[in-house]
C-alpha cells in the first residue's frame, strides 16, 4: 500500500490512545462479567424526551437536506443566546459556527489558528483529544503541568515559560476534564493577560459550563479586551444529554467564524438537517438542562461522601464537571497499574491519570455516570483495594 501522510499517521503517535483499560473493561462486560464502569464521560442516560420527540416530528416532516455551512440561523441564534449566558458576553449569530460536537469546534479551533509547525500551549491534565488535535492542524505545542496541591490551576510563570516566538494560542478547559477543577478569576485574568501582552488566542473549552457544585463559572471571553481573541468550545452533548447526537458550537469574532466557515465546507458540508432541527428544541426549551445539572451534584455529593477519609487517598478539584480526581500516589505512583489491578481485583474501571497527560500520573479519574448507588459501592470497592495495597 502507498503510505499515508505524515501528519494522519502523527494525530497519535505511540499507538496507544489511553483508552486500554477502558476497552478491555468493556470486553469483559461485554462477555458477561460485572464491572462498574467508571471510565467513560458519557451518560448513562437517555436523551431528553422532548428533544428525542424534536427530532422524531423532524424526520417525519421532511427534514432530510443540507442546511447552510455555518449551521440553520434560527439554531446559531439559539446557540448566541446560549454563549451569553455562559460567557456572559453580548453574542449575535454571525459569532457562532456550529460543528460537528465540542470535538468539531476543537478542530475547527485549531485548523483555523495554526500553520503547519505553528505552536500552541495546552495544560496538563486535558481533555485526551488536545494533543491529537494540535497535530492534525500540522501544529506543536508545549504541555503545562499542573498540580493537584494547587487544585491544578496552571501558573502565570509556567504559562510564560512554554511561550516561543510563534506561539499562537492557549488552550484552557474549565471546568475541566479530568480534575473537575474550576479556574477562578484571578487565574483566568492572569491568563488573559498574557494573551492580550504576546496577542494570541485563548481556546476556552468551556463543554462543562452548567455542570458544576456552588462555584461560578468565568468566561475568558468577558474579561476586558479578551472578546476578539478568544474562542469558546461548546457542546450539547453534556449539557443537555447529547452525546451521541454530535452537535456543539464555536463562539467568536464575526470575522473568524466566517473564514472558519470554510472548514465546515470541506470537513462536513453542513450539520445533519434533523438533528439540527432537535438542537433547536433543545436550546429554546432548555430540555433536560437542570435537571443533568442537579443530577450530577447529587452524584458528586454521594461518591464524595462515600470515598470521604479514605486512607491514604486524597479527593482533588470536584468543582464541576462530570469527574472527580484521586489522588493515589500514597498507594501506587503509576496510575496505569492501579487502574489495570483495580479492574483485576474488584471489577471497578476506572481511567489512569496518566491518559490525560503526565501531570495526572499518580491519580484516577472517577467518572460519575452511574447512579448513586453503584458509585457508592464503588467507593467501597477502590477504598477496600487501595486499603490492602498500603
Ligand atoms: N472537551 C472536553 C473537555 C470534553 O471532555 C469533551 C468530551 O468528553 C469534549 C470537549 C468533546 O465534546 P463532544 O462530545 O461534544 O465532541
Known amino acids: 500500500m502507498p503510505q ?5 499517521s502523527h494525530i497519535v503517535p505511540s499507538g496507544k490512545n489511553g483508552w486500554e483499560v477502558h476497552f478491555a473493561a468493556l470486553a469483559r462486560k461485554e462477555a458477561g462479567d460485572k464491572i462498574i464502569m467508571l471510565s467513560v464521560g458519557d451518560h448513562d442516560f437517555d436523551t431528553p424526551e422532548g428533544t428525542v420527540e424534536a427530532c422524531v416530528e423532524a424526520v417525519r416532516a421532511g427534514y432530510h437536506h443540507y442546511t ?14 446560549l454563549s451569553q449566558e455562559c460567557t456572559g458576553v453580548e453574542t449575535s449569530a454571525d459569532e457562532v459556527l456550529v460543528t460537528i460536537g465540542g470535538q468539531g469546534a476543537l ?3 485549531f485548523q483555523g489558528i495554526l500553520d503547519p509547525g505553528s505552536h500552541a500551549v495546552i495544560v496538563s491534565p486535558y481533555y485526551a483529544t488536545y494533543p491529537g488535535t494540535v497535530r492534525a492542524a500540522g501544529g506543536r505545542y508545549t504541555e503545562i503541568e499542573t498540580y493537584a496541591e494547587n487544585g491544578f490551576e496552571p ?8 511561550l516561543e516566538p510563534d506561539t499562537r494560542a492557549i488552550l484552557i478547559n474549565s471546568p475541566n476534564n479530568p480534575t473537575g477543577a474550576i479556574y477562578s478569576r484571578s487565574t483566568m485574568e492572569q491568563i488573559a493577560e498574557i494573551c492580550r ?4 488566542w485563548l ?12 462555584v461560578d463559572h468565568v468566561s475568558p471571553r468577558s474579561l476586558p479586551g479578551m472578546k476578539d481573541r478568544t474562542l469558546v468550545i461548546n457542546s450539547l452533548s453534556k449539557s443537555h444529554g447529547m452525546t451521541g447526537w454530535r452537535i456543539g458550537w464555536l463562539t467568536g469574532p464575526a470575522e473568524m467564524i466566517a473564514v472558519m466557515t470554510n472548514l465546515n465546507l470541506v470537513a462536513t458540508y453542513g450539520i445533519p438537517d434533523f438533528v439540527s432541527r432537535a438542537a433547536i428544541a433543545a436550546v429554546e426549551n432548555g430540555f433536560g438542562v437542570k435537571e443533568i445539572a442537579e443530577r450530577y451534584k447529587r452524584r458528586r455529593d454521594a461518591f464524595l461522601d462515600a470515598i470521604h477519609g479514605m486512607n491514604g487517598v486524597i479527593v482533588r478539584g470536584s ?10 500516589r500514597a498507594v501506587e505512583e503509576d496510575s496505569e497499574k492501579f487502574a489495570w489491578d483495580l479492574l483485576a481485583a474488584e471489577n471497578v474501571a476506572v481511567m489512569p491519570g496518566a ?6 500520573n499518580g491519580h484516577i479519574r472517577i467518572s460519575l455516570c452511574q447512579e448513586e448507588e453503584v458509585l457508592r459501592e464503588a467507593a467501597q470497592r477502590i477504598r477496600r483495594f487501595a486499603g490492602e495495597k498500603l
Open 203 to 214: 481556546l476556552s473549552d468551556e463543554v462543562y459550563w452548567t455542570i458544576r457544585a456552588d
Open 319 to 328: 468543582q464541576g464537571g462530570m469527574y472527580v480526581m484521586l489522588d493515589i
Open 197 to 200: 501582552q504576546r496577542d494570541l
Open 68 to 81: 447552510q455551512l455555518p449551521g440553520l440561523p434560527r439554531l446559531r441564534e439559539g446557540f448566541a443566546k
Open 355 to 360: 491518559s490525560f497527560g503526565e501531570a495526572a
Open 155 to 162: 501558573r502565570l510563570e509556567e504559562i510564560e515559560a512554554a
Open 107 to 109: 478542530y475547527a479551533a
Open 4 to 8: 499515508p501522510s505524515a501528519r494522519i
